[in-house]
């Protein structure tokens, strides 16, 4: 009878490492450990970002030793495209799936000349449940890494092709103003924004990339010692009272604490630079002169202007987009106040990538979107004392 032979233990199967999402230091000292020279991280952060790159063998400005090395122990993963749309205005959205099957969106607009704007998300869903933002209906699910961030700018670069000069790129502007909070997920973000900024990533100049939160005060500080982006804030109330039941992290951070953040970041910046405030109007809820005035008067010590957002609507939200005579209304009510207050142009809303309407295909864990379709919105929203819009 033939002894059974002991069992060999399985050898573990060793994860690669994705080199998407690391900034050139972190690529560097990934290429030391190789022991290789740190050269190599700015030619293959060039063939990632530049060139779209996702193998190897396809960075011929390496020997071939190296890329042989490269392929036994790292990845260029970026998200899986699942969907793309294109709306009768151009405008494109990605549905992406990430690590673990979750899905996320990404939006690219197009404006005049050369200009693509895209915005990109940091989380699968958001957990601060904004009460009139679709995504935020979702719950929340998980941060997004570095490279799944960075992803979705490689993603829409790469539905151009490569990118031939940088008088020409596929994107020209991000804006972090997609699913999620970004600064709830900081340093993944700020990562992802360095390869932003990076020459040998994509370039772009750092009032062209713009990071959008709806208040997270120690986040912004930090943010503020670190990199000097653009600054968007999701404002969308001129009180505390009516801003703690739109936007709840306000019960944290409340206003006057946010503005004073805002200040301190913008001194960090050290050149001439002013905050874009985001603000969604929904007809007999924040639309009225007496909320304008007051908006009016609390930013007077900011640097700003006020980008006026006509509500979104979705499924079960209760609220109603303004007419247009009463949004034009509103924005001479700030013209008259010395504001720059440019209307957002809708975009995009016929596949369903508009501001505010990034649900995505995320599992909803909390069941919030449940609740939120069985209670609707709560009647304390809305002040019988507030006249509806004409």
């Known amino acids: 009878m033939t002894p059974n032979k002991p069992e060999t233990p399985e050898t573990p199967i060793q994860e690669k490492t994705n080199l998407l999402g690391m900034t050139l230091a972190e690529l560097e000292a990934f290429f030391l450990q190789l022991g290789?020279?740190?050269?190599?991280?700015?030619?293959?952060?060039?063939?990632?970002?530049?060139?779209?790159?996702?193998?190897?063998?396809?960075?011929?400005?390496?020997?071939?030793?190296?890329?042989?090395k490269l392929q036994t122990c790292a990845e260029v993963r970026p998200p899986k495209v699942v969907l793309e749309d294109i709306s009768s205005d151009g405008t494109r959205k990605w549905v992406l799936e990430v690590g673990d099957g979750s899905h996320v969106e990404t939006v690219l607009i197009p404006a005049g000349g050369n200009r693509r704007t895209l915005c990109v998300s940091s989380q699968v869903g958001c957990s601060l449940d904004c009460s009139f933002c679709s995504t935020g209906k979702q719950g929340f699910q998980r941060n997004l890494t570095p490279a799944e961030i960075i992803g979705q700018v490689w993603v829409a670069q790469k539905s151009f092709g490569p990118r031939k000069d940088s008088g020409n790129r596929p994107v020209t502007n991000v804006v972090m103003m997609g699913m999620g909070e970004p600064l709830m997920n900081y340093q993944p973000v700020l990562s992802a924004m360095q390869i932003m900024l990076e020459d040998n990533g994509y370039g772009i100049s750092k009032r062209r990339v713009t990071v959008s939160t709806s208040g997270l005060v120690p986040q912004l500080d930090k943010l503020g010692d670190e990199i000097?982006?653009?600054?968007?804030?999701?404002?969308?109330?001129?009180?505390?009272?009516?801003?703690?039941?739109?936007v709840p992290i306000n019960k944290k951070y409340p206003i006057h604490e946010l503005i004073a953040a805002c200040q301190r970041y913008?001194?960090?910046?050290?050149?001439?630079?002013?905050?874009?405030i985001e603000y969604t109007l929904m007809a007999g809820i924040n639309d009225q002169q007496e909320h304008a005035?007051?908006?009016?008067?609390?930013?007077?010590?900011?640097?700003?202007?006020?980008?006026?957002?006509?509500f979104n609507p979705f499924p079960h939200s209760g609220y109603e987009r303004p007419s247009r005579n009463q949004v034009m209304r509103f924005q001479n009510w700030l013209h008259e106040q010395g504001y720059s207050a440019p209307i957002r142009t809708t975009r995009g809303d016929d596949i369903d990538a508009a501001c505010g309407q990034l649900v995505g295909r995320v599992q909803d864990k909390t069941r919030r979107s449940a609740r939120y379709a069985e209670e609707r919105i709560p009647a304390a929203l809305v002040d019988s004392n507030w006249p509806s819009a004409g």
């Not at 000097?228 to 039941?245: F, G, K, W, Y």
């Not at 913008?266 to 874009?276: F, M």
Request: hydrophobic share 40%; aromatic share 4%.
């Open 228 to 246: 000097d982006v653009s600054l968007a804030i999701s404002l969308h109330a001129p009180n505390d009272e009516l801003r703690n039941q739109l």
């Open 36 to 68: 290789e020279k740190k050269f190599r991280a700015a030619q293959v952060m060039k063939w990632m970002h530049h060139r779209c790159a996702a193998s190897f063998d396809e960075m011929t400005d390496l020997s071939k030793k190296l890329r042989e």
């Open 293 to 310: 005035l007051e908006l009016a008067r609390i930013l007077k010590p900011l640097p700003c202007k006020i980008n006026l957002i006509p």
């Open 266 to 276: 913008l001194k960090k910046c050290g050149d001439s630079r002013e905050v874009t």
